[in-house]
């Protein structure tokens, strides 16, 4: 192998390596799967829900007195949750539905999923690693000369086998 071909392939080996990293960074970054995360926000409107019913429970007792209602009131001075509104008048499904709307589809894992496929990704990485340093090697073993990425695993560097 010419040192220029050897060059370009160890280029294509880092470039793979980075996209393979893009990928793992992709999925280990969500805790939750989609379905894990709407059925978390599902709950968080069923609540809305509730305290807006019990709210509007409330405003239609005092109007049954004879008091005016309060349906829409707003106080300025402090936060306004306005999902115990809205969630009552248009529903869970249809807010939810909003919501989620909008979600980036990415990587639908449940954890265990997503463990076995970041451990997939480590071993890739690691065989990418390990086809790198092979080439450096090469490259020196004919008087090239070429750098080792800064963040090169020691494992491989020194080549080491570890064992789980």
């Given amino acids: 192998m010419t040192p220029k071909t050897s060059i370009e392939k160890l280029s294509a080996i880092r470039a793979q390596r980075v996209a393979k990293l893009a990928e793992r960074a992709t999925i280990a970054q969500f805790e939750l799967s989609r379905e894990e995360a709407v059925a978390k926000v599902r709950a968080t409107l069923v609540a809305h829900e509730e305290r807006g019913a019990r709210a509007a429970r409330h405003a239609w007792s005092t109007v049954l007195t004879g008091q005016p209602g309060q349906f829409f009131t707003v106080h300025i001075d402090r936060t306004i949750n306005l999902g115990d509104l809205l969630v009552p008048l248009l529903g869970v499904d ?54 080792r990425r800064a963040d090169a695993n020691p494992v491989v560097v020194l080549d080491v086998e570890v064992s789980a």
């Fill in 94 to 147: 249809a807010v939810l539905s909003a919501l989620t709307r909008h979600l980036n589809d990415g990587d639908d894992l449940a954890k265990p999923e997503r463990a076995a496929r970041l451990a997939a990704f480590d071993a890739e990485l690691l065989q990418l690693e390990r086809a790198e340093e092979a080439l450096i090697r090469e490259i020196e073993a004919t008087g090239g000369d070429v750098l």
